[in-house]
């Protein structure tokens, strides 16, 4: 188990400072995190929620970047590729299989609200003008492990 849990610590920290660094992550540590955190989400969980929890998720992150294309196409008039990164939409589908669906809710949204203010912190010292948003939110999420882990926090995989 614990083997599992510094192998999903290195993969957020390698997206997190890969992102940040140069706004590229290595493709293959999306299905990693995602196997890792929904190996950790299935074996402290019930199991008949498990499934029900990950459609559920994957559900509303699908909805979440359909209404990313749409908003880019007909509002901004730009193509999705400019507005929203492909390392970020794999964050997101990767993270879903993290939590249970009440759960995952809020700390997507905290991550979110997080890597706004964050970025509006560090954007005068990067030299970057896009959001390494798949980087910050690994950062929270990291963050989120290891308050739960080392019982900071309740259980995330239950609510």
């Not at 390392?87 to 700390?107: K, M, P, Q, R």
Request: charged share 10%; with cysteine.
């Amino acid at each position: 188990m614990l083997v599992i849990k510094i192998f999903l610590l290195l993969s957020l920290s390698t997206i997190c400072f890969q992102d940040i660094k140069a706004r590229e992550v290595y493709w293959f540590l999306f299905p990693i995190i995602g196997i890792l955190s929904g190996y950790l989400h299935y074996i402290n969980t019930f199991k008949e929620l498990f499934l029900a929890s990950i459609v559920i998720n994957v559900s509303f992150v699908l909805i979440l970047i359909i209404l990313i294309f749409i908003y880019s196409k007909l509002k901004l008039k730009k193509p999705m590729s400019e507005t929203f990164a492909l390392g970020d939409c794999l964050f997101f589908l990767a993270i879903a299989f993290s939590f249970s669906s009440i759960s995952f809710l809020i700390t997507f949204i905290f991550s979110l609200i997080f890597s706004l203010l964050i970025h509006l912190i560090l954007k005068r010292n990067s030299k970057f003008t896009t959001v390494p948003l798949a980087g910050y939110m690994s950062l929270f999420y990291i963050l989120i492990y290891l308050s739960m882990w080392t019982g900071l926090v309740e259980s995330l995989y239950i609510l």
